[in-house]
């Protein structure tokens, strides 16, 4: 499929000087677009796909109903693509009011993801924050994530996210 903006992107190797303002008023005037979006993005192509993600979390506003058709499929796809595309993709859900069942799928994959402590520091909080919003929710998760945050899961962590996450621990636990 011929994509002007998505052509400029993968051409492009500064993402930054992708307009923002005009890539979400082209998905609006082209919604069906976003369908090959998404599935640029989903893909596992380490030099387009995060690129895609990228602008499709940075153009998309909050709870958006251009992206609430695909949000079930991100979450399915968030274990199997590289720790910088998650990160992507953990910050774009962040932004959504999810349904039950979705919500359990990313309360999943953010676990699984979390647990990896090989995962970089960036990817593991945003999977945090992801368990922290759900369990504002379901209150009875708390105690689950607060058995996650133990030295072992904190100890590879990067010392401003560790820090931040220690500040953040003792907030919503104490």
């Not at 993968?10 to 000087?17: D, K, L, Q």
């Not at 677009?33 to 640029?40: A, E, P, S, V």
């Not at 949000?71 to 796809?77: Q, V």
Request: include cysteine.
């Amino acid at each position: 499929m011929d994509d002007p903006v998505i052509n400029q992107l993968i051409n492009n190797t500064v993402i930054s000087e992708v307009d923002i303002q005009n890539t979400r008023e082209y998905l609006e005037k082209f919604p069906k677009k976003l369908k090959y979006w998404i599935k640029l993005a989903l893909k596992n192509d380490e030099k387009q796909s995060w690129k895609v993600a990228w602008v499709i979390e940075k153009s998309i506003g909050s709870n958006d109903i251009l992206l609430k058709p695909y949000l079930t499929k991100i979450i399915n796809r968030l274990e199997q693509l590289s720790y910088s595309h998650q990160r992507i993709l953990l910050k774009l859900l962040l932004n959504y009011n999810l349904t039950k069942k979705q919500q359990g799928l990313l309360f999943g994959a953010s676990e699984t993801i979390w647990k990896n402590v090989n995962c970089k520091s960036g990817t593991r909080y945003y999977a945090l924050m992801c368990l922290f919003s759900i369990s504002n929710n379901y209150p009875e998760l708390k105690k689950e994530i607060y058995n996650l945050l133990d030295n072992y899961h904190l100890k590879s962590l990067s010392p401003g996210i560790k820090r931040t996450i220690i500040i953040k621990k003792k907030r919503n636990f104490y």
